[in-house]
C-alpha cells in the first residue's frame, strides 16, 4: 500500500549496499522515515546471512516513507538514479551479488509509471555512456526489515563504513 493515514506514501528502491542508500533518502526534505531491508525474495523473515548467500532472491532495499507535499515521487526517482550506477548488474562497487542490484520496487500503478518513464529519460540522456539501464522495475512485495544493527548504520559509526556510494 503506497499511502499512509497521514498522506504519507512509501517507496521502496534497491541501489547496492543499504547503508549508504538509506543515508542519502534520510538527508532528503520531505522523507519522514526510512528502514533498510529485503524485499523481492522468497524466504520469509530473511536474516542478512541468508540474503548474502544469492539464494533467497531478495535485494537490499530501502523503504522511503515521504510527505507527497514536500518531496515528489519524480524527486525521490532522481535521488535513487544519483546514488548508484544502474548500469552494472547484479553489483554496486566491489559488492556483487544478485542482493546489490538495481530496482525499482513500486507499490502502485502510477509509481509504475513514472519510474518507467524515468528509467527510459535516463537511458536516452546519455548520462551512462552507452551502458544500458539494467535496472529492474518490479511490483512490491513483503518488505523485510532488516536487524537494528543495520537501520542507520552510518550515523551510528560516524559515516566511516566500507560501503560506499
Not at 105 to 134: C, N, P, T, W
Request: charged share 20%; with cysteine.
Amino acid at each position: 500500500m503506497t499511502e499512509h493515514g497521514n498522506g504519507e506514501k512509501r517507496a521502496t528502491f534497491g541501489a547496492g549496499c543499504f547503508w549508504g542508500v538509506e543515508a542519502a533518502f534520510r538527508k532528503r526534505a520531505g522523507v519522514t522515515a526510512t528502514a533498510v531491508g529485503y524485499m523481492g525474495g522468497s524466504l520469509k523473515n530473511p536474516t542478512y546471512e541468508q540474503v548474502c548467500t544469492g539464494e533467497t532472491g531478495h535485494a537490499e532495499v530501502v523503504q522511503v516513507t515521504y510527505d507527497p507535499a514536500r518531496v515528489t515521487y519524480d524527486d525521490l526517482l532522481s535521488l535513487f538514479w544519483s546514488v548508484h550506477n544502474p548500469t552494472q548488474l547484479n553489483r554496486q562497487g566491489p559488492d556483487i551479488g544478485s542482493n546489490y542490484r538495481s530496482v525499482i520496487f513500486y507499490h502502485d500503478a502510477e509509481q509504475a509509471r513514472l519510474a518507467r518513464q524515468s528509467r527510459e529519460a535516463l537511458q536516452v540522456s546519455g548520462r551512462f555512456g552507452f551502458g544500458k539501464i539494467v535496472t529492474a522495475i518490479q511490483p512490491a512485495t513483503e518488505f523485510w526489515r532488516a536487524e537494528e544493527y543495520h537501520q542507520q548504520y552510518l550515523e551510528k559509526h560516524g559515516g566511516h563504513a566500507a560501503c560506499g556510494i
